[in-house]
C-alpha cells in the first residue's frame, strides 16, 4: 500500500489503531516525530523557541548556539528537542489538532506583540518583564536558562 495516498485524519485513526492494538506506542509516535519534525513543525518550534526563550539572544542562547554549530540535522540536537518536546506539550495543553492551528496561534500572538509596540517602543519589554511571574513563564524549559558564565556546547545529560 502506498501510504502516501492516506490523508491526515486516515493516518490519525491508522494510529490509534496501532497504539491500541499495541503495535506500536505513544512514546514511539512522539520519538519519530521528534527525530524528523515536518517543516511546518521547525517553523512553529523556532518560533515558539523565540516567544518563550529568556536567553539573551544578542549573546548568549543554547538553542542558537547549536544551530551554529549543527549541520541540517540540527532539530535532533538536544535543546531543539528540548523545544519540540515544549511545542508539543502546549499543543496538547491548548488542545490544538494542527501544526497550522499552533501556528496561526503565534502569529496572532506576535502581532499582538508587534501591535503593542505602536503604544510606546518599550511595551514589548514591558510585557516580558510582566510574564515572567506568570504561569505561561514556566512553560520555559529549564535547559535553556543560563546556568554557567559559558554557553554549552550540548545539553545536560
Not at 492516506?6 to 493516518?11: A, D, F, P, S, T
Not at 511595551?123 to 512553560?139: C, M, P
Request: net charge negative; glycine share 4%; with cysteine.
Amino acid at each position: 500500500m502506498d501510504i502516501s495516498v492516506l490523508g491526515n485524519e486516515q493516518v490519525r485513526n491508522v494510529l490509534r489503531e496501532a497504539v491500541k492494538r499495541g503495535m506500536v506506542s505513544e512514546d514511539n509516535i512522539e520519538q519519530m516525530v521528534m527525530e524528523s519534525p515536518t517543516n511546518e513543525m521547525k517553523i512553529l518550534v523556532d518560533a515558539v523557541h523565540t516567544l518563550l526563550c529568556r536567553e539573551n539572544h544578542d549573546t548568549v542562547c543554547h538553542y542558537y548556539n547549536e544551530e551554529s554549530t549543527s549541520t541540517e540535522k540540527v532539530f535532533l540536537g538536544g535543546y531543539h528537542k528540548i523545544w519540540t518536546g515544549e511545542v508539543m506539550e502546549l499543543m496538547n495543553l491548548l488542545e490544538m489538532g494542527t501544526v497550522a492551528e499552533m501556528i496561526n496561534l503565534v502569529r496572532k500572538i506576535s502581532n499582538t506583540l508587534a501591535d503593542l509596540e505602536q503604544y510606546h517602543p518599550g511595551a514589548s519589554v514591558l510585557l516580558s518583564r510582566a510574564t515572567r511571574s506568570l504561569s505561561l513563564s514556566e512553560a520555559q524549559p529549564k535547559t535553556c536558562q543560563k546556568t554557567d558564565p559559558e554557553p554549552l556546547t550540548s545539553p545536560p545529560e
